[in-house]
């Protein structure tokens, strides 16, 4: 049984920098692609940024300026690093696992996901 956690979301400033964490149990991460999703109020989720051997993050670069992710495999966690969030940042954060998957933005790629972290940036 795979279980992902997400965890370190809150309410932060704008300008802040904050630091998600996705711990997994049944399945070690070295292995397979995770990625982070974001999900905002009426809209769909949408894709961040994933870590296998390589980073991916999708078909804009835009991403890479303030978002970075890591993988600690002794703790078996996936971070996502933001700096100067904006409010427009503001979603539930989620950490997906794919078991088949080199690189996707699809949701539809990945076969495990956790609960969410919820961000909100104030302005």
């Known amino acids: 049984q795979v279980q992902l956690v997400e965890s370190g979301g809150g309410l932060v400033q704008a300008g802040d920098s904050l630091r998600l964490s996705c711990a997994a149990s049944g399945r070690r991460l070295s292995g397979y692609t995770t990625a982070w999703f974001r999900q905002a109020p009426g809209k769909e989720r949408e894709f961040v940024v994933s870590?296998?051997?390589?980073?991916?993050?999708g078909d804009s670069d835009s991403q890479k300026d303030r978002f970075s992710i890591s993988r600690d495999n002794d703790k078996n966690t996936v971070y996502l690093q933001i700096h100067n969030l904006k409010p427009e940042d503001t979603a539930i954060y989620y950490c997906a696992l794919g078991s088949r998957v080199v690189r996707s933005p699809h949701v539809g790629a990945y076969d495990y996901w956790g609960q969410g972290t919820q961000v909100t940036v104030s302005s």
């Open positions: 870590i296998n051997w390589a980073t991916y993050y």
